[in-house]
């Protein structure tokens, strides 16, 4: 668990690279459906001025992870060119949910993505509520037990088939929807995540994917 004053530095760096993100930055946002607006709804920003173990991530897109109570607990990172791998965070970083404050909204239904990014399209820019997951390795048991009270829990995972055949994607919707109440897995097309399926067929036709009706 973090320190109130580890806490506070991780959120002093998370404020420094949200207000230091750049012009390549918003143009990779922008080309995933992502809004300076809704960026820095999110503080995600860019890497300029590196905090204590994060020099190795100088340059890359940062992705804080913040609670309900406006302290920072972690972060992500993720590359802004062609290299690999595409995503990091600070070594020894325990797994947190994505985006936690978005429990304490008022709703019957909440989005379980299996990414920062797909969260920040569902959330800031969908307008549902949504947490994300890095992937089935990150999810942790006591994580459904935030995820009580909800009517429906619709997972999202990546339909991601590799070329021996597995689909850590749909691990991932599996190992979710067979730990909280009432999950439904939501199927994406092949190849896709939540944020390609939004880029592709816009608003409507993704909040309906999501079980969201439309407006008459």
Known sequence: MHSIEQ?????????????EITPEALKYLEGRGISERVAGLFSLGVVT??????????????????????????????RLDDGKPKYGSPLGQKSHLYNVSDI????????????????VIVSGVLG?????????????????KLL???????????????DDGTNPGAEFSRRVAGEV????????????????FYTRNGVDATKHLLGVPSVQ
């Not at 001025?49 to 890359?60: F, I, L, N, T």
């Not at 909440?110 to 920062?116: A, D, K, L, P, Q």
């Open 7 to 19: 806490s506070k530095l991780l959120l002093e760096a998370a404020n420094r690279y949200a207000q």
């Open 49 to 78: 001025d590196p905090a204590p173990g994060h020099e190795q991530h100088k340059g890359w897109l940062s992705i804080p992870y913040i609670t309900a109570l406006g302290m920072c607990v972690g972060f992500k990172f993720r």
């Open 104 to 119: 304490t909204r008022t709703s019957s239904r909440i989005v379980v993505c299996e990414g920062e990014l797909d969260t």
């Open 128 to 144: 549902i509520p949504a947490v994300g997951v890095p992937g089935v390795a990150a999810w942790k048991p006591h994580f459904a």
């Open 148 to 162: 009580s009270g909800y009517d429906v829990v619709y997972i999202v995972g990546d339909n991601d088939l590799k």
């Open 181 to 196: 109440l009432n999950g439904i897995i939501v199927q994406l097309p092949p190849s896709m995540d939540i944020n390609e």
